[in-house]
């Protein structure tokens, strides 16, 4: 049995920018995913799942930051957009309507923290990452640490001519 633990950091790198530190996290990175497919039943077997069609999958990673006012976190550069903000390069400010998603994408690396028992691969590289749609970022305003909970979509890209949504070397 072998058991896999250790941490990342993360850069983030805006369609326009360079690669900013996302800083420290509540409790690491959280890869997640959603098959969809159109399910195939009959009325033979009533509402049981006998088949279906493949359909793709979605994936995620969502994290707690605790550094909220690290540079790629915050956007506080005017030449490329923040991680929780990229519609504009200023935050709190709207931004162009009607861009594509792909177009608003940067690129989110995690790296394996030196010596540590992470997995077996030293990055998990997504090429197109995002704030994901309809995700709700809260930032409290009070006396306590401020913190950015965020999740990202990873949009699929191509590779060496396989489409992908992270490489994990």
Known sequence: M????????????????????????????ELQWSMHGDVIRGDNLGESIQDGVWRGHDCYIEALFEEFDAAALYGANTTAAGAHWPGSTHFGRHGQVGRLFTALAGSLIL????????????????GKALLAN????????????????????????????????????
């Open 2 to 29: 072998t058991f896999i633990a250790g941490p990342f950091t993360a850069t983030y790198t805006p369609p326009s920018g360079a690669a900013l530190a996302l800083g420290i996290t509540q409790d690491g990175f």
């Open 111 to 126: 790296t394996k923290v030196a010596g540590t028992g992470a997995l077996p691969a030293t990055t998990f590289t997504c």
């Open 134 to 169: 309809g995700h709700v970022v809260r930032s409290k305003m009070a006396t306590r640490l401020r913190t950015l909970p965020l999740r990202f979509l990873l949009l699929p890209y191509t590779v060496s001519s396989d489409i992908v949504h992270f490489v994990n070397v």
